[in-house]
């Protein structure tokens, strides 16, 4: 597979891993914590990182290689690993290049899980945060950079508000700034968007979602672009560009260059010291659901495209939000970023409210109510009486989630099933 430009579909199914004569035709799932070695100095080499091979799956396992090298070319990126979670792979990407006394540029509208990251924990680290509207001018962008400012941070299509990333605008504002722009690809998943053909340097996914799609694995990874010049910005990126002291004084810039050094610092420190791995099981799972990802993203986009303009005709409907829309305020991003569809996932505002709301879940039959997406079965969220109750009618409205406001993550089932059970569960 390697070097060649096969389209996306041929890269869901055969990239990563390519067996040779006599050798298993699936990815080998190989379930061992360590690796045996003849000598001393054979493992010796490995952990100077002069030599490449595996002795501890806490770092590195040949099944989580195979499948971080087939993310690496879905997303035209040069190196890839996976963690254990989409909160690991969001950590780490900024935490290995943020330390105490940094600066984070971020989007406003991105996952809670990712908003309390930045917003609580990090900041208790010392890292700070100023968040910007995705909609801001590029002047009000760049007021928002410091001298101390180390990463741009953003969602393709944010979870839950379903905003589009204009990500030439923040990679620009990011690179005049001599930082790089990290951006969240978990919604359209590579199929629908390659945020690094639009000027991003590093990608994260939490695999949960599309990627494994059905359900089974909670799961994250990273990707590198290769594309930002640490050496150039050296005083920023200490962490990349000045000895390691924990890894026997090696510079990682210097030694696996500007396409190796990220993620081999983020491997060799971060996985070593905090330990976020993903288990071999779970990324052998992860790559069964790669393998039909082009083919199921169509469908998800769809299905979602279906229900969309069957609720945007409904009275009882009071708005919709999905950028494949025509009069959706994020159409004309869609357009230029999602041009083939984003996602299944649909919000939409009934105009009965909380009361409303509560029938309408009540009467579901095929999507059920779950706090999950993008999984081949339907599901449907109320925040106002599952995962925001505790708010007020009033309180949900000034944070933008109205009491009547439902997300569904349209599955793989036959739209025609969807939307007559929304039919049944409207009117109720
Ligand atoms: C779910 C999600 C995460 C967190 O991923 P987990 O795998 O649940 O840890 C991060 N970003 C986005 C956009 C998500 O939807």
Redesign the pocket.
């Known amino acids: 597979m390697s070097g060649q430009n096969f389209g996306i579909g041929t890269k869901c199914v055969q990239a990563g891993y390519t067996p040779g004569n006599g050798e298993p035709r699936q990815i080998p799932i190989v379930q061992s914590t360590t690796f045996k070695y003849d000598t001393s100095e054979d493992m010796g080499k490995l952990f100077d990182l002069e030599a490449s091979g595996y002795f501890y799956t806490r770092l590195q396992n040949p099944t989580n290689d195979y499948v971080a090298a087939k993310i690496a070319a879905l997303e035209g990126g040069c190196a890839a690993m996976l963690t254990s979670?989409?909160?690991?792979?969001?950590f780490f990407a900024l935490f290995n290049i943020c330390e105490c006394g940094s600066h984070i540029v971020s989007s406003s509208s991105?996952?809670g899980?990712?908003f309390n990251l930045i917003s609580v924990t990090m900041k208790k680290m010392g890292i700070d945060v100023t968040f910007v509207s995705p909609d801001c001018t590029e002047e009000e962008l760049n007021a928002a950079f410091r001298d101390n400012t180390r990463a741009v941070f953003g969602?393709t299509i944010?979870?839950p508000a379903l905003t589009v990333l204009d990500i030439e605008k923040f990679a620009r504002a990011a690179h005049d700034h001599g930082v790089p722009l990290i951006v969240?690809n978990?919604?359209p998943t590579p199929v629908h968007c390659r945020p690094i053909e639009w000027g991003a340097d590093i990608v994260?996914?939490?695999?949960?979602?599309y990627m494994d799609g059905h359900g089974t694995a909670?799961?994250?990874a990273i990707v590198d672009s290769g594309h930002f010049d640490w050496m150039a910005h050296a005083d920023k990126f200490p962490g990349l560009t000045t000895p390691d002291d924990s890894y026997h004084g090696i510079t990682y810039a210097e030694k696996f260059g500007q396409e190796g050094a990220f993620i081999t610092k983020c491997t060799a420190q971060l996985m070593r010291d905090f330990g976020c791995i993903q288990s071999p099981q779970h990324a052998f799972y992860l790559n069964l659901g790669l393998e039909s990802l082009h083919v199921r993203m169509r469908r998800h986009a769809e299905n979602g495209q279906a229900v969309a303009e069957f609720l945007a005709g409904r009275p009882d409907v009071a708005a919709v939000h999905f950028s494949g829309l025509p009069g959706d305020p994020y159409h004309e991003l869609a357009k230029k970023y999602l041009p083939e569809g984003g996602c299944g996932v649909v919000s939409f505002e009934l105009a009965g409210g909380r009361k409303a709301a509560e029938a309408f879940m009540k009467k579901l039959k095929l999507a059920a109510i779950e706090t999950h997406?993008?999984d081949a079965r339907s599901c449907c969220l109320n925040p106002a009486t599952s995962t925001h109750r505790q708010m007020t009618d009033e309180q949900l409205a000034a944070a933008g989630i109205p009491a009547g406001l439902i997300r569904m993550s349209c599955g793989l089932e036959d739209a025609a099933d969807l939307i007559a059970d929304l039919k049944q569960a409207l009117e109720g």
């Open positions: 979670s989409g909160q690991a792979a969001n991105i996952y899980g990712t969602e944010a979870n969240d978990t919604f994260t996914h939490s695999t949960t979602k909670v799961g994250g997406v993008a």
